[in-house]
């Protein structure tokens, strides 16, 4: 682009790098184990509501701006009221609005780190200020007392990636207390944990929970999550997303996959086998992993780079993710596969390993 084109944007825009997301490569077998999808399909019943929305001439029309059928079941599955639930076109989505919603240009955005890199881009695209700080090792934990004033907004991803590592539910009370402005729990994760932030709802009305229908239903293609709050909050929030921001045939997955938990409870079980047993193998490969509480494992090694092993492994066709934080070290994250992907990571790091 010629500068005089370019001269029109925001500062803050050409300033900015741009999130990158993991790799999605075209063509050729990969075994993707770098962006968390799940390896098992969605719930049958996923693929009778996308062909049933397909009959007769709702794609012809618009869909339902609030998608009130997907908020009656997840409020029923959830226990919460269905006025308490906020449609996005994926829980990026979710989060852009709570951004534009919360923090005034200049304002300031606050999360631990190392976490999911788009909390930055999501403040460097509003013009706000962004304002890291460190968990504190071994345990990632966060400091007490909390030591921000003046948040606009506040991330926490619990499960956190890239490490797998929850805060407690105290701890965030406790966070939810000391914080200004809403604390954002990112549970995109969170189907494949011991404990979720719900109770916090009726005790912290600042508290705002996302989730997203990419990792534990199986749905990353369709781009569906939500955002559980205060009603009032929710109200708020339907001003500032587009009005039709969750498609027809979206809507019709993700209602179904609420609508089976038994499905998504099978699945997740596999998920957490499959999660004992690579953590089990990377660690007789001497790997340091982190007790993960998602669907992925962290892992790091103190006798030799890990950018090399990530660069064996993608000429043999496994993707991993490296990760490489400037105020913290690198290490790779591996999403838990499918048995067989496993057991293909396992051989090809046996040949990576014993170069
Ligand atoms: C994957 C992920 C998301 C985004 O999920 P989508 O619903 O696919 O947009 C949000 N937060 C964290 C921490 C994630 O890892």
Do not use: H
């Not at 590592?165 to 701890?171: A, I, Q």
Request: with cysteine.
């Amino acid at each position: 682009m010629s500068p005089d084109v370019a001269s029109p944007i925001r500062p803050a825009i050409r300033a900015m790098a741009g999130y990158t997301p993991g790799e999605q490569p075209r063509g050729g077998e990969f075994i993707k184990l770098n962006t968390n999808e799940n390896p098992y399909p969605p719930s049958p019943r996923v693929f009778e509501a996308i062909r049933s929305a397909l009959i007769g001439d709702r794609l012809r029309k618009y869909p339902d701006p609030l998608g009130t059928d997907f908020r009656r079941t997840a409020a029923k599955v959830l226990g919460v009221e269905p006025d308490m639930i906020l449609i996005g076109n994926g829980s990026d989505d979710i989060l852009t609005i709570l951004t534009r919603a919360f923090v005034p240009e200049g304002g300031l955005i606050v999360s631990p780190t190392p976490s999911y890199v788009l909390y930055r881009t999501l403040a460097e695209i509003q013009g706000a200020r962004f304002q890291t700080i460190p968990y504190t090792m071994p345990d990632w934990d966060v400091p007490s007392p909390w030591p921000v004033r003046g948040a606009s907004l506040t991330f926490v991803a619990n499960p956190n990636s890239p490490s797998g590592t929850m805060l407690s539910l105290e701890t965030l009370e406790r966070l939810a207390s000391e914080v200004d402005g809403p604390l954002v729990i990112d549970e995109a994760y969170v189907d494949f944990a011991d404990w979720n932030a719900l109770p916090l709802l009726k005790k912290r009305r600042n508290v705002i929970i996302t989730r997203s229908l990419s990792k534990s239903y199986s749905l990353a293609g369709i781009r569906f999550g939500f955002a559980i709050a205060d009603a009032g909050v929710v109200r708020e929030l339907e001003k500032v997303k587009d009005s039709y921001n969750c498609d027809v045939l979206s809507l019709a997955a993700a209602t179904a996959a609420l609508g089976d938990q038994e499905y998504l409870s099978q699945t997740v079980d596999r998920i957490r086998r499959e999660k004992r047993a690579l953590s089990d193998a990377l660690v007789r490969r001497s790997f340091a992993v982190t007790p993960s509480q998602a669907n992925f494992v962290w892992c790091r090694r103190s006798d030799r780079p890990v950018k090399p092993i990530y660069e064996a492994l993608k000429e043999s066709r496994i993707l991993v993710r490296y990760m490489n934080y400037a105020d913290y070290g690198d290490g790779l994250r591996i999403t838990v596969g499918a048995p067989e992907e496993m057991q293909s990571l396992s051989e090809r790091l046996d040949g990576i390993l014993a170069r």
